[in-house]
């Protein structure tokens, strides 16, 4: 190996005291901003909405531009972290569970991040102040909407104020070789995920269903037959070995987690709106609302029904809008569909996920 020039390593050296002092100055702006210990003037969420929307692309490769961009997410939760008063977020635990990878990623991986046993827990936190956000899962690109976060929006409708998009990577992960496996665990939708390749790889096997990829992880490494189905950053916390990875059947396994919490976005002008409602009885009536919004132009991105509990044939209606409540046509469908909704919930208007805005 080539001996590397002093000159350039003297050059790294200059950098990596820029980026330091940059960073210090950063936290001391934060801090003089928010006064002693006090809340920032603009919130964690509105900082990381604006890095997602900012271009990084001027001279910098796509691959590069992403990892900077992580590097300035962790460095904004940084600074509100030390220089103002931390924004407690609550996820779905445990530690190193997607949601909580989503967190991280969304977050900077460095506010006080605290993991609930529950969907419904991580409401409850938001609804009773104990937590300034939540992070809940609300989508998958293989199976789908998440079933227990729409039914805690009917039981608890609180505000949606951002999202962030997480690819998942399944992973199988054990203390034995493979060929040793007999138990696979993991929780289920990880499982459901994987399905076609543990029939394929894994042949008779004994699938088996726990809480959480996290949980998966430790019973692996207590139990030296049984693999488990989770993150490698839930591998590495247990110290089990990476016996294949990415063994989602989807190679673009995604999922869309809601950033819960009491603030409002001001529009951007590359928002989304979600609602929730619930029309009478009748025929043709989600037709008539679904009217309401062709009319004005506006674009419905995402619908889904829920059965209305203890009411047969009855349903609540999730819907995503392209565009901000604040704009003149929506609010005017808005303001319609109230008059003849049973039930009427603004979720929320926030910036697109940065996936939803790079193909908008």
Not at 112 to 120: C, E, P, W, Y
Not at 184 to 211: D, I, N
Request: glycine content about 8%.
């Amino acid at each position: 190996m080539s001996q590397v020039p002093e000159m350039k390593i003297q050059r790294l050296e200059q950098i990596d005291r820029e980026l330091a002092r940059l960073v210090a100055t950063r936290i001391s702006l934060v801090g003089e901003m928010s006064g002693s210990g006090g809340e920032a003037p603009t919130s964690i969420l509105q900082e990381q909405q604006r890095l997602e929307r900012m271009d990084f692309h001027d001279g910098i490769s796509s691959e590069i531009s992403s990892e900077v961009r992580k590097v300035l997410s962790f460095v904004v939760g940084a600074t509100h972290l030390y220089g103002a008063k931390p924004s407690r977020v609550a996820y779905l635990g445990p530690e190193h569970s997607y949601s909580y990878l989503a967190a991280c990623k969304f977050f900077g991986g460095s506010t006080h991040l605290q993991g609930v046993s529950s969907i419904g827990a991580v409401f409850e936190e938001v609804e009773r102040g104990q937590a300034r956000y939540g992070v809940v899962p609300i989508e998958n690109s293989t199976d789908g909407r998440i079933v227990d976060t729409f039914t805690t929006f009917i039981e608890r409708p609180v505000q949606i104020c951002g999202e962030v998009h997480l690819a998942i990577h399944h992973n199988l992960l054990a203390k034995c070789p493979r060929a040793k496996v007999r138990v696979v665990c993991s929780k289920p939708q990880a499982l459901s995920q994987c399905r076609r390749w543990l029939a394929e790889h894994l042949p008779g096997v004994t699938l088996k269903e726990v809480s959480s990829t996290t949980e998966a992880a430790r019973i692996a490494a207590e139990e030296p037959e049984t693999a488990a189905v989770a993150s490698i950053q839930a591998g590495v916390e247990y110290g089990l070995d990476v016996l294949c990875e990415s063994i989602e059947d989807n190679p673009h396994n995604s999922t869309r987690f809601a950033i819960i919490g009491k603030e409002q976005p001001a529009p951007t002008g590359n928002d989304k709106t979600s609602l929730l409602f619930r029309v009478p009885h009748r025929p043709g009536a989600l037709a008539d609302v679904m009217m309401l919004f062709k009319q004005r132009g506006i674009n419905l991105t995402w619908i889904e029904s829920f059965p209305v509990p203890r009411t047969p044939n009855e349903y609540f209606f999730f819907v995503e809008l392209e565009g901000h409540s604040q704009t003149e046509q929506l609010a005017k469908a808005i303001d319609e569909l109230k008059l003849t909704a049973l039930r009427f919930d603004l979720l929320g208007s926030y910036p697109k996920g940065l996936a939803d805005a790079l193909h908008s």
